[in-house]
């Protein structure tokens, strides 16, 4: 028998996959890349670890602009922030289906746990979504199946109930328990790894969806990097270091305007919207303000606009704390 595993490089999707395998269950991972992931090293490089460890195929799946039409407009609403978690796993898991019947598997495991996360991991939470997948009783979570209706894989026989766990609530020290008798001992952070889930982000980005509701993933990469200000009908976003003023050169379209001090090292930064002469000024003295300029003294910041030829300099004294406050995002 074969199922197709969820496999984020977590501890929890780890432990499900390695359960089924102690069953002869074959078994064809999958990690799905979003926009919004947050690892460090690469979203698929903790399940590339584990896949490589146990043994077991991985298909990485990455998401692009269709993905951001469940975050602007989620069927089944947000978390505490702008996560729409729900809809998500609703279609992380159709996609999973899809990869199930071209691999010939007969089901889906996860590593999810009754009662770790509000939103999505809930008794009628697991009902909805395998509902709406179209799916119910083929997606098996064994770290919790004990506490769930009995699945189809279960009910034929293809797995032993009796050898699956039912694990309940946020603690995880019977995962790290087993973890151990595993010599599990690398795993990605429990955190959950999505932007969507931190409060600063999340302001940013309903920020973004308040005055441009049609955005695109270059504007979703642009959210995480910098100082976020809003100039009335324009978005103004400043690099903290070299690097970031590198990234914020490579997200840089037509239309957007660039500026930079003269004569002094200091920040990128990037003017996107709807942009007038005030715009230019007040950006000019953000910028200033963010340099190694002394802030009492008047500097030259350079400007010029992406794609059109453009350009121009403007004088200006760097902007004041109680100004920059009200214009800041985030």
Same mark, same amino acid.
């Given at each position: ?16 996959? &390695? ?15 979003? @926009? ?22 991985? !298909? ?10 469940? $975050? ?44 770790? &996360?509000?939103? /999505? ?5 697991? !009902? ?20 769930? @209706? ?26 790290? &328990?087993?973890? !151990? ?8 952070? @429990? ?7 931190? @409060? ?23 959210? !995480?990097?910098?100082?976020?200000? &809003? ?67 008047? $500097? ?12 121009? /300099? $403007?004088? $200006? ?14």
């Amino acid at each position: 028998m074969k199922a197709v595993s969820l496999l984020s490089g977590g501890l929890d999707s780890t432990l499900a996959l &390695r359960i089924m395998l102690d069953q002869a269950i074959e078994v064809s991972a999958v990690n799905f890349v979003t @926009p919004f992931c947050t690892l460090d090293r690469g979203t698929d490089y903790w399940a590339r670890r584990q896949s490589d460890r146990l043994g077991v195929e991985l !298909k990485i799946l990455r998401f692009g602009e269709e993905y951001l039409d469940i $975050v602007k407009n989620p069927k089944f609403g947000y978390g505490s922030n702008m996560n729409p978690c729900i809809d998500c796993r609703i279609f992380m898991l159709r996609c999973a289906k899809q990869f199930m019947e071209q691999v010939g598997a007969s089901f889906i495991v996860t590593g999810e746990v009754l009662g770790q &996360r509000p939103s /999505s991991q809930r008794m009628d939470a697991f !009902k909805l979504i395998d509902r709406e997948c179209g799916f119910e009783g083929l997606i098996l979570r064994p770290l919790s199946a004990k506490l769930l @209706p009995i699945t189809v894989p279960e009910r034929e026989g293809w797995v032993d109930r009796e050898k699956l766990l039912g694990l309940r609530g946020r603690s995880r020290k019977p995962q790290f &328990r087993l973890a !151990k008798e595993y010599g599990i001992q690398e795993f990605s952070s @429990p955190a959950g790894g999505c932007l969507l889930t931190d @409060p600063g982000f999340a302001r940013r980005l309903k920020e973004l969806m308040d005055f441009s509701p049609v955005f695109s993933l270059n504007d979703v990469e642009l959210l !995480k990097l910098g100082r976020h200000f &809003r100039l009335a009908s324009a978005k103004t976003v400043v690099g903290r270091n070299e690097v970031e003023n590198e990234r914020l050169t490579k997200l840089w379209r037509e239309g957007d305007l660039c500026l930079e001090v003269e004569g002094y090292k200091g920040p990128k930064t990037i003017v996107r919207g709807v942009i007038v002469e005030g715009n230019i000024l007040l950006a000019a003295r953000i910028t200033a303000r963010y340099s190694d300029a002394p802030g009492s003294e008047v $500097v030259r910041v350079n400007y010029n606009f992406f794609g059109s030829g453009k350009h121009g /300099s $403007v004088d $200006v004294s760097a902007i004041e704390e109680h100004e920059l406050k009200k214009l800041k995002i985030g």
